[in-house]
């Protein structure tokens, strides 16, 4: 792209003020994350699960604080924005899939296996919004 047209496209995301949705979703893929790296970290041994179930509360309230500011955009371009989240979340339930079956294939069960599992739903729809927003966020807003 040339250093015209990245200007521009840098114009179009910073001349309009957006909530702060990329910095919610950044937050919450952090907190599962942390709540993963926490749970591996006492393997093979049983974690506490306090802090874990607390890190994917906070990350699944994060991930409806960004959904709810995305939802109340009025001239955002829509139709990208789902274009983009279609395809991430195709890749992402994959991606998810194929985790989930590495643990129920691993033997994990019980309270381990729901924190996962959470953790992975709260991950696999962390992505796809950020992609969308940060795509979206630079196109023309679809006419009203």
Known sequence: MSASLQEDAH???AARRLPPIAELVMASMSCV???GIYLAAHLPQRAPMGP???????G???LVAAGALVSSLRRFAWR??????GWAMVAYVVIAGLLEFTFVYDHTRGSLLVVLTLSLVVFALDIPLLFAFSVARYQDPDPA
């Open 11 to 13: 114009d179009l995301g």
């Open 33 to 35: 994350i942390a709540g």
């Open 52 to 58: 874990a179930v607390g890190l994917l509360a906070g």
């Open 60 to 62: 699944a309230a994060l």
């Open 80 to 85: 990208i924005f789902f274009q983009v989240a």
